[in-house]
């Protein structure tokens, strides 16, 4: 009986690097235009919050915030910040974050979520300062670094434009921020006219 060994044909064969896995010049047509698959973009938004730590009636909050997404390779990273208080004239409570984060984008909709450190620079006396030892002097500034998420959907209404809202946490030992956000999206995705389509004419 002849025994047939599969790793006979395969030594022979010379073994090929999978290239097709991470193209970074990877391109899409919509609209007769070209987009570039792998891109970066920047949100804008604002919302209202809650935290969990101040006074009673202190605890619904605004907030506004950019985050600027980039990827390296086929990997997300996110780099951004927030200002939080009881109106948008009255931010009182400044976070910066960093993450790590997965993305699914389509012709009409982008989604992603981020995790990763956050530092938050905040001001006023809080409800358990005696817990934490922290001062409660009016305008002293308290910091701590902490963890924060972010969960992110847009609609486009162009390949790279468009409109969608954020649910984020913000957490450390002293207080945990939360909330909601609507966001203006902006990306790097445009490349240029389609091959082979023409612009119209400039009118003389």
């Excluded at 097709?20 to 973009?41: H, I, L, M, Q, S």
């Excluded at 086929?74 to 984060?101: C, E, K, V, W």
């Excluded at 308290?142 to 913000?170: H, M």
Aim: with cysteine; hydrophobic share 35%; proline share 2%.
């Amino acid at each position: 009986m002849n025994f047939v060994f599969a790793q006979t044909d395969t030594i022979a064969k010379p073994l090929v690097k999978d290239t097709t896995a991470f193209n970074p010049k990877k391109e899409v047509a919509y609209d007769g235009k070209r987009y570039r698959v792998y891109n970066n973009w920047i949100t804008f938004g604002i919302g209202q919050g809650f935290n969990s730590h101040w006074f009673k009636d202190e605890k619904d909050e605004k907030n506004a915030a950019v985050d600027y997404s980039f990827h390296l390779k086929q990997y997300y990273f996110r780099l951004g910040g927030f200002m939080s208080g009881r109106d948008f004239n009255q931010f009182n409570n400044y976070s910066f974050h960093a993450g790590i984060g997965l993305r699914k984008e389509a012709e009409k909709y982008n989604l992603s979520m981020f995790l990763g450190p956050s530092i938050s620079y905040f001001r006023r006396p809080l409800s358990d300062s005696t817990i934490y030892g922290l001062q409660t002097v009016l305008g002293s500034v308290i910091n701590r670094v902490g963890g924060y998420a972010c969960v992110e959907a847009v609609y486009k209404f162009k390949y790279d434009l468009g409109l969608g809202g954020q649910i984020f946490c913000d957490y450390n030992e002293v207080q945990i921020v939360y909330g909601v956000r609507i966001v203006a999206y902006f990306s790097s995705a445009y490349r240029g006219i389609k091959y082979g389509r023409k612009t119209a004419p400039k009118k003389k």
